[in-house]
Structure formats: structure tokens, C-alpha cells
């Protein structure tokens, strides 16, 4: 009797021909394919790939240009607010938006792209091809350089302050 069943149970199941099936949307294709970002630390400087520095700027180009984009974004109107401008970054963000403010001119005239380009690039929105992977290298180093002279600029400018008040003191 088990037998019994167990054959009418798969004489009424649907066979599904595969090749029939509907096709992944674009969406779910994009989170099948691996981060073009961690494919690129996988391989390394030495075969054309990133090192972990350049992958970190990566993630703070993105964090920055998220910073800033927050604060420009669309919100509904809220009435009790109007008037009353409140800058909600964190010393983080605010760091990596002065970071990001110094490094998207000077990339733009160095490589003659739009950084918004590398923000595409890293978040996988914009597709890279092997001829752009050392725009994008060239301009994780340019924002490591930058990164360090403004983090430089900022501490040399507390010491100072630190020195002023301790002559006020005096």
C-alpha cells in the first residue's frame, strides 16, 4: 500500500522542464556574482589585483561619498524642522567628507573621470573592464595619499592648539 502511494504521488507531481523556467531577474544575477572589489583583493598586486590598503580606501571612498549623499538626499517634508538645519554626521563621516571633498577634484583632473565613476565601480553599480582596473588602483593610492595629508593637516593643527593653551596657561 506504501508503494501504492508513493507511486501516485509522483504520477501527479508537476514535472518542471527547466529549460521553460523563467530566467534570474538582473538583481538576482548581480548577487550571484562575487564583489568585483574582493575578487580583485583575492589576486593581489602582483597578478592586477588590489592589496588590503587600496581595499580600505575603497570602503571609506564609498563610506564618504554615502556621507555626503545622505545629507543632500531627498526626505519628506517635516514642518517642525524647517528652518532648523542639523548636520547628522559622526567625526568618522565627517572625516572621510573632507577626505572625499579633497580627492574627487584632484582625481577628476588627474584621470579625467568622475569619482562618482569609482563609487560605481567599487559598489558594482558600473561594470569594470581590465582597462579600467588601474583608474581605479591609481585612485584608491591618490585617495591614500590624501587621506594621510589631511589626517596630517588635522594633527599638526590640534598640536597647535594643544600649544596655544598650554601657553594661555602659562
Do not use: C
Not at 592589496?51 to 519628506?76: C, M, S, W, Y
Not at 572625516?95 to 569619482?115: N, S
Not at 561594470?127 to 594621510?148: E, H, M, Q, T
Amino acid at each position: 500500500m506504501a508503494k501504492n502511494r508513493a507511486k501516485r504521488r509522483a504520477e501527479r507531481r508537476i514535472r518542471v522542464n527547466r529549460a521553460e523556467r523563467v530566467k534570474p531577474t538582473p538583481e538576482t544575477l548581480a548577487k550571484l556574482r562575487p564583489w568585483t572589489m574582493a575578487e580583485l583583493l583575492r589576486l593581489g598586486p602582483e597578478a592586477g589585483g588590489i592589496d588590503p590598503n587600496q581595499h580600505e580606501a575603497g570602503v571609506e571612498i564609498v563610506d564618504a561619498f554615502k556621507a555626503l549623499t545622505k545629507e543632500l538626499g531627498f526626505r519628506p517634508l517635516d514642518l517642525e524642522r524647517v528652518g532648523r538645519g542639523t548636520l547628522e554626521m559622526g567625526l568618522r563621516e565627517l572625516r572621510l567628507a573632507t577626505i572625499y571633498l579633497a580627492w574627487a577634484p584632484a582625481y577628476q583632473r588627474r584621470f579625467m573621470v568622475r569619482p562618482h565613476v569609482v563609487v560605481e565601480w567599487i559598489e558594482d553599480e558600473r561594470r569594470i573592464d581590465v582597462g579600467a582596473v588601474p583608474l581605479l588602483r591609481s585612485g584608491l593610492n591618490l585617495w591614500g595619499s590624501i587621506r594621510a595629508d589631511v589626517d596630517r593637516a588635522q594633527s599638526a593643527q590640534r598640536q597647535r592648539h594643544t600649544i596655544m593653551d598650554a601657553n594661555v596657561a602659562n
